[in-house]
């Protein structure tokens, strides 16, 4: 399968751009500005309720900065715009991204003031980067947080991605999708994101399919005629009567009765699900699964396992697709070094640590996580380091980035390992560890002090 696109319409993905990257890439042309920059990617904290974060995007993002330019199309609508020199547009003409690009690997459990990414490159280059990355690297590392949660909570019931149609546009469903993949969602029912990412497919049948027959028996009938190893939906009219109907139509088939599963879409879903699974038992259906959907989210899916309730898999769409309990990360994009200088932000709750950067991640014997530390890129430290080469000089590095289905063994194995308390759908009463090394807390202290700013 070809590398997909960067986005929906990837033709002139170099204007999906602020206007100031812009107009600060003009002034750097003009000025001379254009040394190596370091710019590191991050959430400063965490939303509520969430104990880890799940890296995802950086698929999409070194597929933009691979194929970065500026076509014709945009070049002449920037310069109807009236704000930028023929030289300066003569030189985006001939512009690629030539730098160094480290990151975590997709699926990495990831926590505050952690570098998601770390972009080396010449100023403007990695200047005009940051909408885009933050767009991907933000609303991907998102929904696989969110997943995570989602995955966890449903324990051995799987868990299917019903959200498209209420996803924020299109590029949102399909990043969305790849992202709850690699989460651990088994599948989704966005046909478009099966075709381009080769995420398995799955869905089962609305309740208008039952409405335009006469009735449901007949419904039933008529679409397991057709696709034998099916899942049927019961909550149209009555849902027991529903189930009922299901186990009427067993006995009427016999050996021909291949129907996998009942789908319960509305109701009390605990209560529906244990009396389904008498009537299904009784009749002697023990193999036809139950899923659930409707209105789902971790929490709600939680509950119902606290229950018991006898449910082998969720559809989960609107929650999960739009993160509703919280539908953004407090990320940044911000320059740490330039022409081998470190750089730091002092404003108030905004600072940042300076120069390049590891991440050192520390476990124990049985490789439950411990512990992280932010320690300068020159550092050695306990634990292994996060942070990984992935660019040099504008091209991928060879067996860098692994497929989805790496990224989604490694999601797993690495959830696997934090700390059971962090898996819970609550704040955990004590965060995971996460502390700054000596000696970049001396660098930045340094820095600090001389551009005023007194000790952190």
Excluded: C
């Excluded at 049948?205 to 027959?213: G, P």
């Excluded at 036809?288 to 229950?307: C, H, T």
């Amino acid at each position: 399968m070809s590398r997909p696109g960067v986005w929906a319409d990837d033709r002139n993905a170099a204007l999906l751009t602020d206007l100031y990257e812009l107009t600060m890439m003009q002034a750097y042309f003009r000025e001379g500005l254009r040394d190596t920059a370091v710019f590191d990617l991050f959430v400063r904290k965490l939303p509520a309720n969430r104990n880890y974060l799940v890296a995802a995007g950086l698929e999409t993002a070194i597929g933009y900065l691979e194929d970065l330019h500026f076509t014709p199309e945009a070049l002449a609508y920037l310069e109807s715009l009236g704000t930028f020199s023929r030289d300066f547009l003569d030189y985006l003409a001939e512009l690629r991204f030539t730098g160094d690009v480290a990151a975590m690997p997709e699926g990495t459990p990831v926590f505050p003031d952690e570098p998601l990414i770390e972009v080396a490159a010449p100023l403007p280059q990695a200047q005009l980067a940051e909408t885009f990355l933050l767009n991907q690297i933000h609303h991907q590392t998102l929904m696989a947080s969110k997943a995570s949660r989602v995955v966890d909570a449903a324990g051995e019931a799987a868990v299917v991605d019903f959200g498209a149609r209420r996803m924020h546009g299109v590029d949102a469903s399909l990043k969305a999708a790849r992202a709850f993949h690699i989460a651990g969602a088994a599948a989704t029912s966005n046909v478009l994101a099966g075709q381009v990412y080769g995420i398995p497919v799955s869905g089962t049948m609305a309740h208008s399919y039952i409405e335009a027959h006469p009735d449901e028996l007949g419904a039933f009938a008529a679409f397991a005629g057709i696709y034998p190893d099916t899942v049927l939906l019961v909550d149209t009219y009555d849902t027991l009567a529903g189930v009922r109907k299901v186990a009427e139509l067993a006995a009427r088939w016999g050996d021909d009765f291949r129907v996998r599963a009942i789908r319960l879409d509305s109701g009390d879903l605990g209560r529906l699900a244990r009396d389904s699974r008498a009537i299904l038992d009784a009749a002697g259906l023990t193999g036809v699964g139950i899923f659930a959907s409707g209105s789902l989210d971790e929490y709600r899916i939680a509950e119902l396992m606290a229950q018991g309730a006898p449910i082998d898999g969720f559809g989960v769409g609107t929650h999960m697709g739009v993160s509703e309990d919280a539908p953004y990360l407090d990320s940044a994009y911000k320059l740490v070094e330039y022409a081998g200088q470190p750089r730091m932000k002092l404003a108030t709750h905004k600072v940042t640590l300076p120069g390049r950067k590891q991440v050192f991640r520390e476990a124990d014997e049985a490789g439950t996580l411990q512990r992280d530390v932010i320690a300068r890129a020159d550092e050695v430290a306990p634990g292994r380091p996060l942070l990984q080469p992935v660019m040099r000089g504008g091209k991928r590095e060879p067996g860098a980035l692994p497929d989805l289905a790496g990224a989604r063994d490694h999601a797993r194995q690495e959830r696997q390992r934090l700390p059971g308390v962090l898996r819970g759908v609550e704040a955990a009463a004590t965060a995971y560890p996460v502390s700054v090394s000596d000696a970049l807390r001396q660098t930045a202290d340094s820095l600090r002090r001389s551009l005023g700013g007194g000790s952190a």
